[in-house]
């Protein structure tokens, strides 16, 4: 037992020692062939990649470029490019790291040429995690706020429109999100809680693009209150506002129903 007990010291002194310099350093293993390549021939490969989609093998390229010349044209853009392969891949974790890498680049680069593509494609990773309408809202919410930003921040920007149509986009989700809501209040016959979620809706989001459908609802809404005068302005809203609507002739007839 002794002995067994000595053999184990033993042993543990020479790993000890072994170790004592500390573990070994594993550097990341680089690709001979781009240490063959100039700098050009690295960003015209990594873009052949990129065109042909294969998005990780691309990120290699730029990442050695980025790596070994961040104050280059090349390397700044390459970062830029880091981040547009995480996007294109496309999945959640993916959009999360995208989204970094392209926050990344601002912070790095902010009077950079492309820090108004960077930011619009921020809002872009949050647009793209968008639940249905039905669902919680949260990733929608987050969009919003980060489209406001870019809006705010580059005014001037030649992407403002396409920020401005998602930007619409976002908040078409939001209103449907509190459409269908107000639509499940009417359906269990809470019509107080109904209006009051529809006058949120017709005040906060005026460029809805189902304006007329919340018209009809809080006319309806409102006429099962007993409210029949508040009711037949919005009735008349349909019908005035969007004659063409799948919504005008229903709002027609209860216009008879509340003259009978």
């Known amino acids: 037992m002794k002995l067994r007990r000595l053999l ?15 573990p070994r350093r594993i550097r990341p293993t680089v690709d001979p062939a781009l240490l063959q390549m100039s700098k050009e021939q690295v960003w ?27 104050n280059d044209v090349l390397g700044r853009r390459s970062l ?30 902010p ?9 619009l494609r921020i809002a872009m990773c949050s647009y793209r995690q968008m639940e249905r309408p039905d669902r919680d809202q949260q990733k929608t919410k987050e969009a919003l706020e980060k ?32 459409h269908l809501v107000a639509r499940y209040y009417i359906k269990r016959k809470s019509y ?28 309806t809404a409102l006429s099962r209150l007993g409210r029949k005068g508040e009711a037949r302005l919005y009735y008349e809203r349909v019908v005035t506002e969007f004659p063409q609507s799948d919504y005008a002739d229903r709002a027609k007839r209860r216009l008879s129903d509340i003259s009978a």
């Open 44 to 70: 015209s490969k990594a873009e052949e990649l990129f065109s042909n989609h294969k998005w990780q093998r691309a990120r290699t390229y730029y990442t050695y470029l980025y790596e070994n010349h961040p």
């Open 192 to 219: 107080n809680a109904a209006v009051q979620r529809l006058n949120f809706l017709i005040d906060t989001y005026p460029n809805y693009k189902d304006r007329a459908g919340s018209f009809y609802d809080i006319g």
């Open 8 to 22: 184990i010291a033993l042993i543990a002194i020479s790993v000890f020692a072994a170790c004592h310099h500390g």
């Open 111 to 119: 009077s950079s040429d492309q820090a108004d593509y960077a930011m």
């Open 80 to 109: 830029l490019r880091i981040a547009d392969t995480f996007y294109e891949q496309g999945d959640q974790v993916n959009l999360v790291e995208a989204q970094y890498k392209y926050r990344d680049f601002i912070n790095r680069y």
């Open 147 to 178: 489209f406001n930003d870019m809006v705010r921040t580059y005014p001037n920007s030649p992407l403002r429109a396409e920020a401005d149509s998602k930007r619409q986009d976002v908040l078409d989700r939001l209103a449907k999100h509190e």
